[in-house]
């Protein structure tokens, strides 16, 4: 999805303010960037992306592919060998306390009329480890991203070539160890170009659409050991295709799922429609708060679960859920918001009831399972819609919702959305936001429609980048 204006501007500003340039730009809105808000109609939000949201970011022009000289790619001096040429981690090199302090800024910078209107303050961000202006030393995270995927593209004389795109190209700059990535996971990845090679399984060549392979995708657990494969294929059919699923799995002991995905479309998505699991479980497991989530290949879960507890304590926090509340969980993903508020609840002594409302039905499939996986199905139900029908629906029928949760994709939500949560006059409000300059715009809504903010608070989903994250707490005037 294109960046708007305003996108464009923040993203600037921020990376701007990180390289520590002294020419500063300004978040505040202009007219003509009001104008081209108000013309700009976001399409209606319904299931996340699979893709890592801080990638989103990267522009991407069809380019051949071809592999980055190794001496544009390394530089020993920096904490990454390959930072130049990947372009992913553009701060790596700074250091920690002031990347937090050039994201602060950005994020005063961009709610400062709102702040000024509720008389608030933004919170200090929260970042790993660490919340800007703590005093001591400030840590230089690593090994916190627990996904991590490759392209694949075809090299001389059979190779299967892997690693990153160069940053606004699509050029492949191989990758022997990234350090923001848990350890092992770009050994896997490695490895699955190795044993495609072996079996003469050829990648996938985007120019001219020949080839069978095309990405591959491994999520770690962070509480728990278990390792999932993603193969993404152009077509079903592969030669070798048992030895090959065999080989992968055989790469890493923790390696509990390895999925075939079949995208054979035309573009930069990573995932096609149709998954089938070719090795072990249907699902790998891990924890957040105390709650065990079954992750099936194509369901939305955080890159960084360290800060996704984090993030999450926020929101649970903001919500404030008092006995026989209704908890609505929009754009619910897994269950994992929900299914973590319901348990903090229960561990309270305080009985809530969730719905929780995804248009992705894989996601419905997984939160229904992990709801049992947790003792919560008595209090938590699901359902397979759009965020905006369902709830469109429910103020028309004057439903009861206490508690409103939102975690929209990077569009933010929509004007119909909004709307129909202001009808429905939940107590509370909280929204979490992968994209601040949409969240600015909605809040706008949100104030309009009879809410008053009581907290924003940005977090540091990942380090290194210009992507910050936030937590707004709202309460019906």
């Not at 075809?154 to 191989?174: D, L, M, N, Q």
């Not at 569009?411 to 992968?434: N, V």
Request: with cysteine; proline share 6%; net charge neutral.
């Amino acid at each position: 999805m294109a960046e708007s204006r305003a996108e464009r501007r923040a993203r600037r500003a921020l990376i701007e303010a990180t390289e520590g340039s002294e020419e500063k730009k300004s978040f505040k809105k202009s007219k003509s960037s009001q104008d081209a808000k108000g013309k700009t109609k976001a399409k209606r939000p319904g299931s996340r992306r699979s893709e890592d949201k801080a990638s989103q970011t990267r522009t991407k022009r069809p380019h051949k592919d071809s592999v980055s000289p190794a001496r544009k790619a390394v530089d020993p001096k920096s904490p990454c060998s390959i930072m130049r040429a990947c372009g992913g981690c553009t701060a790596i090199n700074r250091p920690y306390k002031k990347q937090l302090a050039a994201k602060q800024a950005a994020m005063e910078e961009l709610f400062a009329e709102l702040c000024e209107r509720e008389g608030i303050a933004v919170d200090p961000i929260r970042g790993m480890g660490v919340t800007l202006g703590d005093p001591g030393k400030y840590p230089a995270p690593r090994g916190f991203r627990h996904k991590a995927a490759t392209p694949f593209a075809p090299g001389k004389e059979g190779a299967v070539r892997c690693g990153f795109f160069e940053r606004g190209t699509h050029k492949i700059v191989a990758v022997p160890e990234c350090p923001v990535e848990a350890p092992g996971a770009r050994q896997i990845l490695n490895g699955i170009a190795r044993e495609a090679e072996r079996l003469h399984i050829p990648a996938f060549n985007e120019d001219k659409h020949l080839g069978l392979l095309r990405y591959a995708v491994v999520r770690c657990g962070w509480r728990t050991d278990q390792v999932m494969v993603t193969l993404v294929t152009a077509q079903r059919d592969l030669p070798h295709a048992q030895e090959f699923f065999e080989a992968v799995a055989a790469l890493d002991p923790h390696i509990v799922t390895v999925a075939q995905n079949i995208n054979g479309r035309p573009g930069n998505a990573i995932l096609g429609e149709e998954t089938r699991i070719v090795y072990g479980a249907e699902c790998m497991r891990d924890q957040l708060l105390g709650c065990e989530f079954d992750i099936s290949p194509t369901a939305f879960y955080q890159t960084n679960p360290q800060q996704t507890e984090l993030l999450y304590q926020l929101a649970i926090d903001g919500m404030d859920l008092r006995q026989g509340d209704v908890l609505m969980d929009a754009y619910c993903g897994s269950g994992t918001i929900g299914l973590c508020a319901a348990k903090d609840a229960q561990d309270r002594g305080v009985g809530i009831m969730l719905l929780g409302v995804e248009r992705n039905p894989a996601g419905i499939a997984d939160a229904r399972r992990n709801a049992e996986l947790n003792g919560l199905t008595r209090s938590a139900w699901f359902m397979a819609d759009d965020a905006t029908d369902y709830i469109l629906d429910a103020a028309d029928n004057n439903e009861r919702v206490d508690v409103l949760s939102i975690d929209p994709p990077r569009a933010g939500s929509t004007p119909e959305f909004l709307e129909a949560a202001c009808a429905l006059k939940p107590r509370r409000i909280t929204y979490i936001s992968c994209n601040p300059v949409t969240q600015e715009r909605d809040l706008l809504q949100l104030l309009d429609g009879g809410y008053r903010l009581l907290k924003i608070t940005p977090v540091d989903m990942f380090p290194h980048t210009d992507h910050t994250e936030t937590v707004a707490v709202l309460e019906r005037r």
